[in-house]
């Protein structure tokens, strides 16, 4: 990903109605955090232009890696392009000696709690009111 992708990668974030979207602020920090891997996923489209279709910001700090971020555009969706990404994402961490994943997930957000347990997640506990002071999130490890 480059700083030039910020912009359609916020669209997308912006486009889920599970969480806050984050600032372009936010969007920059983590961009520029030298733990933070920003990747996306694109898509060649119509005039050959390469469309961005899906992104995944994650943090590794030694045997631990936290999904911070994951999106995929609304007309992509339920097309296996959140799968592809995580197990990008995963198999990138692994070979990177990670042992132990992170996340934090809504509990309004049942198809990204079903992705996460596909791959193993389990909830290890509850974040009380961490999206906008008002909705729980799920705590969740997956360790190899």
Not at 19 to 40: A, G
Not at 57 to 84: D, Q, T
Not at 105 to 129: C, D, E, M, P
């Amino acid at each position: 990903m480059s700083q030039g992708d910020i912009g359609e990668v916020q669209a997308i974030d912006s486009s889920s109605s599970f969480h806050s979207p984050w600032s372009k602020k936010v969007w920059l920090e983590e961009f520029r955090n030298p733990l933070s891997h920003c990747y996306i996923a694109k898509y060649r489209g119509e005039k050959n232009r390469e469309e961005i279709i899906g992104f995944i910001f994650f943090r590794i700090v030694g045997e631990e890696s936290e999904l911070l971020n994951i999106g995929v555009h609304p007309k992509e969706r339920l097309k296996g392009i959140g799968k592809r990404l995580m197990n990008f994402y995963i198999d990138y961490c692994k070979e990177r000696g990670v042992k132990s994943f992170f996340l934090e997930v809504s509990v309004n957000n049942l198809s990204a709690f079903h992705l996460y347990q596909t791959f193993h997640y389990q909830i290890v506990g509850t974040r009380k009111k961490f999206y906008s002071g008002e909705v729980d999130a799920l705590l969740m490890r997956r360790s190899i």
